[in-house]
């Protein structure tokens, strides 16, 4: 996947990289939509970056609620202003903001898709993002346990 749209980060002169834990705890999920949350957000990263980094991660993260297993996408880009925050997953909210857009795949559907895909999966999609300094999504899943804990 990070492969995938690699080539289009080289052609912009972004670096893109990948930090993937080989020990991680089963999570559920439909592997088909799972990769297009990530091709969405990969996408967006590439879409508001202009210049910069794409940091791809998986890693355990051990919260209250239980352990989760969590896919985080970085990147170095314009950030989103903290007023628009609540309408990103909202369904054509952004369709016609093209502003600052190198390229345009979706019609504002992208992030409502990523937010519909993980509650199928009992997850959910967060988000961290300073305005200028850039922008992380984070998908995270809940680890199952397994008969071995
Ligand atoms: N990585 C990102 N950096 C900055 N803004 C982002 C990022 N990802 C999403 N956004 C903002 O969230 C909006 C909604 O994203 P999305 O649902 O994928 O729709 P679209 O990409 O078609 O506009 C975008 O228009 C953009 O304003
Ligand atoms: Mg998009």
């Known amino acids: 996947m990070v492969r995938l749209v690699g080539d289009e980060g080289v052609m912009k002169g972004i670096k893109i990289t990948s930090h993937l834990s080989d020990t991680l705890p089963v999570i559920r ?3 088909a939509y ?21 940091e791809v991660k998986t890693y ?11 896919i985080e996408v970085k990147d170095s880009g314009t950030g989103i202003d903290p007023d ?3 309408s990103i997953f909202e369904p ?4 016609g903001k093209t502003q600052g857009r190198v390229l345009s795949v979706n019609a504002g559907m992208g992030l409502h898709f990523v937010k519909r895909i993980m509650e199928a999966h009992e997850g959910e999609v967060r988000v961290r993002s300073v305005l200028g300094e ?11 346990k397994t008969a071995s804990e």
Do not use: C, W, Y
């Open 84 to 86: 628009r925050m609540d």
């Open 60 to 70: 355990l993260k051990k919260e209250e609620a239980g352990d989760k297993v969590v």
């Open 134 to 144: 850039g922008t992380v999504f984070f998908l995270v899943f809940p680890a199952i």
């Open 92 to 95: 054509l909210t952004s369709f």
């Open 29 to 31: 999920a439909n592997v």
């Open 34 to 54: 799972v990769g297009q949350a990530l091709l969405n957000l990969l996408v967006n990263a590439l879409e508001h970056t202009p210049s910069g980094t794409i």
